[in-house]
Each structure stands twice: as C-alpha cells, then as structure tokens.
C-alpha cells in the first residue's frame, strides 16, 4: 500500500498507534498533532523502520479555522490523502456546572467541529476520485449519556451518529466511512482527562496498540460501526438494548465516579499501638 494517510492527534495514544500501522503496511504519512518534537521522534522512527515518507503538522486543531488552515497546507504541498484519520480529541471529568466552560467549548471545537470540518474538505475530492476511506475514533461513550463527563460523551454521540449516517449516503461511491468506537483504552487520555481514579479506569483494559490494530483493519473491510473487544460489544450491542434507560445512565454515572478519600481523623487524635 502506498496511499497516503493524515491523522490527527498522531502523537500519543491510539492515533500514534495507528500512524505505526499504516506505515507497517508501506503507507506514506501526514501526521498532525500539537506536540512537535513527539511528532519529528515518531516521523523518524517511522522512515527508519519502514521507508515511508512521512510530513509532520504541528496543529491545534481546537483552534477556529484551523481545519480549513491544515487543508491549505496540504494543497500548497500537493498531498492529496486517500485515508483520513480522524482521532484527536480530548475528555474532561465533573460535573458540567462546576467545569471551566472555555475548555468544554475547546473540547466541542476539536471532537467535534474539527473532525466535521476535516471531513467536509476532503471528502468530495475522495468522491470525485471514486475512492477513498475515513476513519473516525469515536467512542462508546457515544453510545449513552455520561454523568460527570456530560460533554465529551455527547461530543462521541455526533461522531458515532455522524460517521453512520456518512457510511449510508456514500453506497456505491467508492468511499468508505467507518466509525471506532473503543472502551476505555491504555493511553494518555485518562490522565489528561483526569480519569484515572475513576471507576471505568480500573483494572486491565486494551492496549493503545490492540484498538488501533482492529480499527484499522475494519477500515480496510469498510465497516460503518465497530465496537472494540467483545465484552465491551455484549455491554454496547446487546445490554443497552434490554436495559432500562435511566438504570444505565445510573450505572454510567457509578462507572465515572471516583474513590472518596478516607476522612482525616479529628484533630489531636492519636493512633493507638498495640
């Protein structure tokens, strides 16, 4: 495969993962993301080991018109990606009313309007083309209302929606949409959204490396919807089917709480020795 991939939110997580396997199957690269120098070490490990030409972008595409910005770019340098990989995003933990509302809106502009943007620039070349594959990280967050994460798991929603609904109107086009919709996964993305000590985040959960590993091979199999690891497609697929809606809003939102800290012992008090 020599087709040429861009990818957003390529320096960490499972968007880096997915840059590495593209390049295994001999693909060229556009990697976007903030962090530069992440970026240039990923870029040069990719060309060593694989011989793929790899450009790197520092973009944040949070920002307005930055979407509209990094396809002028690409035209000026005459790439014309035949894959886009839509996986930046970030999350944010609370509850909406006591969340610094910039951030959310920050969150919206890059899950959300970003990815709607992206795709709506190059997604009529690649129909004129008559090929073409998207592929968007969204999430089964997207999947029901998320307590204490109220924003991000609507963001998930329209990718989840958005993405199907693409899949659907580009029959016999040549243009395949597909749609990853991964559990919580082994990345950066829990500390930086302040996850951790949550309790969707405990014990062992997939590797960056195994989501991105699937997502794209159901990329290239030009599937609409796919759920990652089968408990997560029984609790997703089948569960929510037969539950009643407010108990799995309550168990999501058990799910997003976190340990509450051991009281501190009143003031003077002394532990006893045996």
Same mark, same amino acid.
């Given at each position: 495969m020599?087709?040429?991939?861009?990818?957003?939110?390529?320096?960490?997580?499972?968007g880096?993962?997915?840059?590495?396997?593209?390049a295994?199957?001999?693909?060229d690269?556009?990697?976007?993301a903030?962090?530069?120098?992440?970026?240039?070490?990923?870029?040069?490990?990719?060309?060593?080991?694989? +011989? @793929? !030409? =790899?450009?790197v972008l520092?973009r944040?595409l949070?920002?307005?018109g930055? #979407?509209?910005a990094?396809?002028?770019?690409?035209?000026?340098?005459d790439?014309?990606?035949?894959?886009?990989?839509n996986?930046a995003?970030?999350?944010?933990w609370g509850?909406?009313?006591?969340?610094?509302?910039?951030?959310?809106?920050?969150?919206?502009?890059?899950?959300?309007?970003?990815l709607m943007?992206?795709?709506?620039?190059?997604?009529?070349?690649?129909?004129?083309h008559g090929?073409?594959r998207?592929?968007?990280?969204?999430?089964?967050?997207g999947?029901?209302?998320?307590?204490r994460?109220?924003?991000?798991?609507a963001?998930?929603?329209f990718v989840?929606?958005f993405?199907?609904?693409?899949?659907a109107?580009l029959?016999?086009? +040549? @243009? !395949? =949409?597909?749609?990853?919709?991964?559990?919580?996964?082994e990345?950066?993305? #829990?500390a930086?959204?302040?996850?951790?000590?949550t309790?969707?985040?405990r014990?062992?959960?997939?590797?960056?490396?195994?989501?991105?590993?699937?997502?794209?091979?159901?990329?290239?199999?030009?599937?609409?919807l796919?759920?990652?690891?089968w408990?997560?497609?029984?609790?997703?697929?089948?569960?929510?089917?037969?539950?009643?809606?407010r108990?799995?809003?309550?168990?999501?939102?058990?799910?997003q709480?976190k340990?509450?800290?051991?009281?501190?012992?009143?003031?003077?008090e002394r532990?006893?020795r045996g």
């Amino acid at each position: 495969m020599s087709e040429l991939a861009l990818i957003t939110g390529a320096s960490s997580g499972i968007g880096r993962e997915l840059a590495v396997v593209h390049a295994e199957h001999r693909g060229d690269l556009v990697l976007v993301a903030r962090r530069e120098a992440r970026l240039a070490d990923l870029a040069d490990r990719l060309r060593g080991d694989h +011989g @793929v !030409t =790899v450009y790197v972008l520092d973009r944040d595409l949070s920002e307005p018109g930055a #979407a509209a910005a990094l396809v002028a770019d690409l035209d000026r340098a005459d790439l014309k990606p035949a894959i886009l990989i839509n996986n930046a995003g970030f999350g944010y933990w609370g509850r909406f009313h006591e969340q610094d509302l910039a951030r959310n809106a920050r969150m919206v502009r890059l899950n959300v309007t970003a990815l709607m943007e992206l795709t709506g620039l190059l997604l009529p070349r690649m129909v004129r083309h008559g090929r073409g594959r998207i592929l968007n990280v969204g999430s089964t967050a997207g999947m029901v209302p998320g307590p204490r994460q109220a924003v991000y798991y609507a963001t998930k929603a329209f990718v989840n929606s958005f993405s199907q609904a693409l899949a659907a109107e580009l029959q016999g086009t +040549g @243009v !395949t =949409v597909t749609v990853l919709c991964p559990g919580p996964t082994e990345s950066e993305f #829990a500390a930086a959204a302040d996850l951790q000590d949550t309790r969707s985040f405990r014990g062992r959960r997939p590797s960056s490396r195994e989501v991105a590993e699937y997502g794209y091979a159901s990329m290239l199999r030009g599937k609409d919807l796919v759920v990652h690891g089968w408990q997560m497609k029984t609790l997703m697929l089948v569960g929510l089917r037969v539950a009643p809606r407010r108990a799995v809003i309550r168990v999501v939102e058990r799910l997003q709480s976190k340990r509450e800290a051991p009281a501190a012992p009143p003031s003077g008090e002394r532990r006893r020795r045996g």
